[in-house]
């Protein structure tokens, strides 16, 4: 997946989390691909949205004004 987003009217219809929890499942449920983590390059203004949806810092020490480097532990769902 290369963006994520919804519509203005949408948001804080729980559109985002939904496409997040089905695309964490896919890869958790009988997983083939041999994938671990989901990362983005989130605007900081979606930033809270990814911290919602269990997203932590790759780094502190990531310093673009525009994006955050993020990533999703999949091995966090199957505990």
């Known amino acids: 997946m290369?963006?994520?987003?919804v519509e203005t009217f949408a948001k804080g219809r729980q559109i985002g989390?939904?496409?997040l929890d089905y695309i964490?499942?896919?890869f958790v449920?009988?997983?083939?691909?041999?994938?671990?983590?989901?990362?983005?390059?989130?605007?900081?203004e979606a930033v809270p949205?990814?911290?919602?949806?269990?997203?932590?810092f790759m780094t502190q020490d990531d310093n673009d004004p525009h994006t955050r480097l993020m990533y999703f532990d999949l091995m966090d769902l199957e505990t």
Do not use: H, Q
């Open 29 to 44: 449920i009988e997983n083939k691909t041999g994938c671990r983590f989901l990362t983005v390059d989130a605007y900081l």
């Open 49 to 56: 949205f990814y911290v919602k949806n269990g997203f932590r």
């Open 2 to 5: 290369c963006r994520l987003g």
């Open 17 to 19: 989390t939904t496409v």
């Open 24 to 26: 964490k499942s896919m």
